[in-house]
């Protein structure tokens, strides 16, 4: 690519190659580069930030002509690549470690738009909304017990549970101010959701609180929860992460089913509660910014190397037109290169103007306003070589690489040339017009649209011939109305250099009459580039002059008009008015029952316990196999765990799983120490799950709605407050170094394989839901076991007297916790309103499916396991 002005910014690189931060950037270097290397656009991968570096001494900006050297020599530069490569020196400005994405914009407008939308299709349509509400209400009460308890249960837990595993992990992972801008974002999501829903209730529009409230007393107008989550969530762009957005968005939904269920949330409430969360973090990303996961010149560097170039210097020039990076490099065999980078992080730059022009030109380009790195390199890449093969003077491009998973670059030979806007009025010449449409008729005859013919990307060498560059945003294949607009692009252009009449007769030698004709109903601004638009308001009348020049050279050709088409109002009012028909219908058929539920059944609160006191064996290999880096078998570690049982019988509960479990894993080829640690780690996340949960129910007996399982205001400032206090400990080095020291002498030799187990995502899934599920398993048999008996207390309740009865169960001496779990279980069950009679029913139903039953499974498995030498 040519020379442009050249400017050497006032910092320098630091050597060595540095890598990219992102938000979850993967470790590891570059693959090798291909002639479109970009590989599908994945998930970042997890990497800890950048540290603070690239350190570099100023050097002193001086603008040169275009071609030549940037006076003053650096004092200091980045090493590329490794081994026993030479030092390259890279002078660049000093990367910011952190950047606000334009992306990162757009979605807070689109969400404040999308929220306004909401608002207000709901104040039109308040009829409509009322039904909707009226159906969901009516929708929820009829569905099944069990489900509203569980979803209650998961709900209520996992929307607070879920977001603080993923902050523990990845504090593990040195990623703490990803946390703390998350944790902000909570707390701007709290403050802004109780200042609106004040607002409402006080002085508020009455039908805008009457639809956000239901006129119910003590709903809130903004579930306060709902959105300080979302704005968390947001925050810290778990919605890159699959396995933690999946889980985070079930939670959700059961959540807001649980506030429908018990009335405390509204259709329309819970919309704008979620969008206000999401325009909180999006407008939080936007302010604190984020990692710079830009490369750095040094990066750049080594990606050169692998393409087989020898650089020895390289320093960073003007961006380009569309704000990629450029850098001028030196070659040892004396050569130079202009390589151009593409961030991954510009690639919604001026999507706004982009979606504009699509609007205003619907047939102008085929592309998307949203382009992906991969689809810009392989545009840029192509559109050159096919213009190389076409014939068209432009900069050779000679290799194109990624360069980490944040960028990629483009290696063009070097053309010492200056741009023609550069180059006064007095010196563009017939001949230099001439050859610059010969340039445009090479193109045009291969169907190139270069959609960018301005003084910019129109160069002459220091010979004097015309060099065309910036072909990014052109077209292959394209169509007559590209070629044409081309055309009446560049007659407009060069009429405001030269005139009218020259810029006719010129275009008119090469590109003959008809084609110029043809262009005609093109001369509009709107067909024109941003730049000579506003060239236009200076001489308002070249336009019209331009046709005159054409119309006189062929007056007899009839030219049909071309009416650019424009996004107009019939088509806004058509999607609209579609739009509001389809919303009604649905809601219309949503009162249809298609399947006759049939409500005269009971249920069978004894089949219910059974299933589940069979799924939590499941639910237990679960959770070994995902603390396990090694694969074990699903069926046969659930026949482990119902050996268990049968060994619970001669051990205390707490050591029989825990020996059965241990050996099972030596006898699958790991070694002892690994065993060990993996059976430990286990246990640990399971303490940790089963304090969690004591507290978090225990709390939640003292509300009022038992399927509301929705914490208050206070709760929530509370739990903020720990996270920040926890944040600021682990911030301090001497208070971190202290609790790491004690947290390793607790946990020696488990943290390993938890670290292990994290860099798995499936892992995860299966040691946490493993976990979760043992847990809820256990508490639904509980409590189908008491309503099998005619009565019914919270949830809630039954999941206290469960985690109470379970720890004293586990820390009793005898096998199983025989006599402690059945006697805490009957005095739990009694303090909450539970009669004795029935509570001592309902824990010996509970005992017998859980404990005695699985014996004789539990024996069968064992013999069968011995006989197999598989523990």
């Known amino acids: ?75 200091t530069g980045a090493t590329g690549g490794t081994g026993e490569q030479p030092t390259v020196l890279v002078v660049e400005p000093l990367l910011p470690q952190r950047l606000r994405r334009p992306s990162d914009a757009l979605r807070f407008l689109a969400t404040m738009v999308l929220l306004g939308g909401v608002i207000l299709l709901a104040l039109v349509a308040k009829q409509t909304l009322n039904g909707i509400e009226m159906d969901v209400e009516v ?33 593990f992972h040195r990623d703490g101010l990803r946390i703390a801008g998350g944790l902000i974002a909570a707390i701007l999501g709290l403050l802004v959701s109780f200042a609106i829903g004040e607002w409402v209730v006080a002085a508020g529009p009455s039908d805008l609180r009457q639809l956000l409230t239901g006129g119910r007393p003590g709903v809130e107008p903004l ?34 089913f649980a506030l429908f269920t018990s009335t405390a949330a509204t259709v329309l409430g819970v919309l704008v509660s979620i969008l206000v969360g999401l325009g909180v973090g999006f407008g939080t990303l936007y302010a604190v910014g984020s990692p710079n996961t830009r490369p750095p010149g040094s990066a750049m560097v080594a990606s050169l190397r692998r393409l087989g170039f020898a650089p020895v210097k390289a320093r960073r020039i003007e961006d380009d037109i569309q704000g990629s990076r450029r850098y001028a490099v030196n070659l040892d065999d004396g050569r130079r290169l202009d390589v151009t980078v593409l961030d991954r992080d510009r690639q919604v730059a001026g999507l706004l103007y982009r979606l504009w022009r699509r609007m205003l030109l619907n047939s102008e380009t085929r592309r998307r306003a949203i382009r ?95 060099v065309l560059v910036d072909a990014r945003s052109g077209e292959i294949a394209a169509g007559d109305l590209l070629l044409r607009i081309d055309i009446a692009q560049l007659l407009t ?24 004709a043809a262009a005609l109903p093109l001369l509009q601004r709107i067909a024109l580039t941003r730049q000579t638009r506003a ?108 050996a268990g049982s049968f060994v619970k019988l001669v051990a205390p509960a707490a050591v029989g799983i825990v020996a059965i479990n241990t050996r099972y894993l030596q006898k699958r080829g790991i070694p002892p120490g690994q065993a060990v640690s993996s059976v430990g780690a286990s246990q640990v996340v399971g303490l940790a799950f089963h304090i969690l949960l004591l507290l978090l129910f225990a709390y939640l007996t003292g509300t009022t709605a038992a399927t509301a399982l929705t914490p208050s205001r206070g709760l929530l400032a509370v739990l903020l407050a720990v996270g920040v206090t926890v944040l600021i400990v682990l911030s301090v080095p001497p208070l971190r170094r202290m609790l790491t ?69 586990s820390a009793a001496p005898t096998p199983g916790g025989l006599g402690a779990v059945e006697t805490s279980l009957v005095v739990g069950l009694t303090l909450f309103g539970v009669n004795s009679g029935i509570a001592t029913s309902a824990v010996l139903l509970y005992r017998l499916l859980t404990f005695w039953l699985p014996v004789l499974v539990g024996w069968a498995a064992f013999t069968h396991l011995q006989r197999h030498e598989a523990i």
């Open 1 to 75: 690519m040519p020379a442009t002005p050249e400017q050497d910014r006032p910092a320098a690189s630091a050597g060595g190659d540095q890598p990219g931060a992102g938000d979850d950037p993967r470790p590891g270097g570059a693959t090798p580069a291909v002639p479109v290397p970009l590989p599908p656009e994945k998930p970042p991968g997890r990497r800890p930030e950048p540290e603070p570096g690239q350190a570099g001494k100023a050097v002193e900006p001086e603008k040169t002509a275009r071609g030549g050297e940037a006076a003053g020599s650096p004092e």
């Open 139 to 171: 929708g929820t009460r009829r569905a099944p017990a069990p489900l509203v308890f569980a979803a209650g249960f998961v709900g209520g837990g996992a929307v607070l549970v879920i977001p603080g595993i993923f902050a523990v992990e990845r504090v």
């Open 223 to 256: 579930n306060t929860l709902l959105t300080s989550v979302m704005a968390y969530i947001t925050a810290v762009r778990i919605s890159r992460r699959p396995m933690w957005r999946t889980l985070m968005w079930i939670a959700i939904a059961l959540h807001v």
């Open 372 to 466: 992906s790195l991969r689809a810009e390199l392989e545009r840029e890449a192509l559109m050159a070589y096919a213009a190389q093969a076409a014939g068209a003077s432009t900069p050779r491009l000679l290799g194109t690489s990624e360069v980490g998973t944040e960028a990629a670059l483009l290696a063009y030979e070097h053309v010492d040339s200056r741009p023609l806007e550069d180059i006064p009025d007095e010196e563009i010449t017939d001949e230099i017009l001439a050859e610059i449409w010969e340039q445009v008729r090479l193109l045009q005859a291969q169907r190139l649209a270069h959609r960018r013919l301005t003084g910019e990307s129109i160069h002459l060498d220091s010979d004097g011939h015309v």
């Open 493 to 516: 252009y060069l009429g405001l250099r030269v005139g009218a009449e020259r810029s006719v007769r010129v275009a008119a030698s090469v590109m003959g009459a008809e084609a110029l």
């Open 535 to 642: 060239a236009l308001r200076h001489n308002k009348q070249l336009l019209s002059a331009l046709r005159e020049q054409i119309v006189e050279l062929t007056p007899q050709t009839e030219v049909r008009e071309v009416r650019l088409e424009r996004f107009r109002p019939r088509s806004i009012v058509t999607i609209v008015g579609s739009t509001m028909a389809a919303y009604i219908l649905l809601s219309q058929l949503s009162r249809v029952n298609l399947v006759q539920i049939v409500t005269t059944a009971e249920w069978a609160w004894s089949g219910v316990a059974l299933v589940a006191a069979g799924m939590s064996y499941v639910a237990a290999a679960l959770m070994l196999k995902g603390f396990v880096p090694e694969t074990l078998p699903l069926g046969r570690t659930v026949l482990v765990q119902f």
């Open 741 to 809: 020291t004690r947290m390793r002498s607790l946990f020696s030799g488990v943290v390993p394989r938890l670290l292990d187990v994290l860099q798995s995502p499936r892992k995860i899934a299966e040691g946490f839901s493993g976990t979760l599920l043992l847990t809820l398993a256990f508490v639904v048999c509980l409590d189908a076991c008491v309503r099998a008996f005619g009565e019914s207390i919270s949830f809630a309740a039954v999941a206290v007297v469960f985690l109470a009865g379970n720890a004293i169960g």
